[in-house]
T-cell receptor, first 111, second 114 residues
Framework: DMKVTQMPRYLIKRMGENVLLECGQDMSHETMYWYRQDPGLGLQLIYI???????SEGDIPKGYRVSRKKREHFSLILDSAKTNQTSVYFC??????????FGPGTRLLVL | GEQVEQRPPHLSVREGDSAFIICTYT??????FYWYKQEPGAGLQLLMS?????DRKEEQGLTVLLNKKDKQLSLNLTAAHPGDSAVYFC?????????????FGHGTILRVHP
C-alpha cells in the first residue's frame, strides 16, 4: 500500500525554538518534497530532494533546511522558528518526475 | 515563471448538479496536468492526471478538459454529492523543468449541499 507518512501531525512551538518535521515513504521514491500551505495561497514548494544528500531549494527556502540521509526519510528543520512559519506542512514523494503522492500534513503553530 | 490562476475560489452547488472549476496557466511548455482533492485535515489526493496530448479524460463522474490553445485546464464533477465537498487544486508541470516541480492553483472550496 503506497503511503507517505508525516510526524508529528500537530505541533505547537514557541518562537525561537527548533522544529523537526519528519516524513517517510514506503514506495522507494527517489524524489521527495516539502511544501507549506497557507490559506488562499495553495501550496508553495520549500525544498526538493532528488535522492540521499541531493537537495535543492524550492521557491521559499528561507528559514528552512532539510536532511535526507535515507531514501525513505526526508526531514524539514526550522532553526529558531518564527511566528510567520505557522502553517500546514506537506511532504510528497514521486518516482522521478512522475505523480506526486502527499502525506497527511503537519499543522505547526509557532507562538 | 509559471503562474496558475484557479477559478472560482468558492463554489456551492446542490446535490446532483455539476461543479465546474477552471485553471489558466501561462507557460506554453506546460505538459503535465493534475487535479487533486483535499478533504478537511487531510493531504492531497490525486484525482486525475493528463498529459498534453490528451484533450479530454473522463473517470468516475469526473471530466477533465485541456484547451492548450487558451492554456486552460478544467474539471467538471457531474452529479455532485455531499462527499465531494472538499478543496480542489489544479497543478501543472512543464517538460523544460527537470525538477519535478509542480505549480499549484490556489484552490477551490467546493460545498455540495443536499
Amino acid at each position: 500500500d503506497m503511503k507517505v507518512t508525516q510526524m508529528p501531525r500537530y505541533l505547537i512551538k514557541r518562537m525561537g525554538e527548533n522544529v523537526l518535521l519528519e516524513c517517510g515513504q514506503d514506495m522507494s521514491h527517489e524524489t521527495m518534497y516539502w511544501y507549506r500551505q497557507d490559506p488562499g495561497l495553495g501550496l508553495q514548494l520549500i525544498y526538493i530532494s532528488y535522492d540521499v544528500d541531493s537537495n535543492s531549494e524550492g521557491d521559499i527556502p528561507k528559514g528552512y533546511r532539510v536532511s535526507r540521509k535515507k531514501r525513505e526519510h526526508f526531514s524539514l528543520i526550522l532553526d529558531s522558528a518564527k511566528t510567520n512559519q505557522t502553517s500546514v506542512y506537506f511532504c510528497a514523494s514521486s518516482s522521478g518526475q512522475d505523480t506526486q503522492y502527499f502525506g497527511p500534513g503537519t499543522r505547526l503553530l509557532v507562538l | 515563471g509559471e503562474q496558475v490562476e484557479q477559478r472560482p475560489p468558492h463554489l456551492s452547488v446542490r446535490e446532483g448538479d455539476s461543479a465546474f472549476i477552471i485553471c489558466t496557466y501561462t507557460d506554453s511548455a506546460t505538459a503535465y496536468f493534475y487535479w487533486y482533492k483535499q478533504e478537511p485535515g487531510a493531504g492531497l489526493q490525486l484525482l486525475m492526471s493528463v498529459f498534453s496530448n490528451v484533450d479530454r479524460k473522463e473517470e468516475q463522474g469526473l471530466t477533465v478538459l485541456l484547451n492548450k490553445k487558451d492554456k486552460q485546464l478544467s474539471l467538471n464533477l457531474t452529479a455532485a454529492h455531499p462527499g465531494d465537498s472538499a478543496v480542489y487544486f489544479c497543478a501543472v508541470r512543464n517538460t523544460g523543468a527537470n525538477t519535478g516541480k509542480l505549480t499549484f492553483g490556489h484552490g477551490t472550496i467546493l460545498r455540495v449541499h443536499p
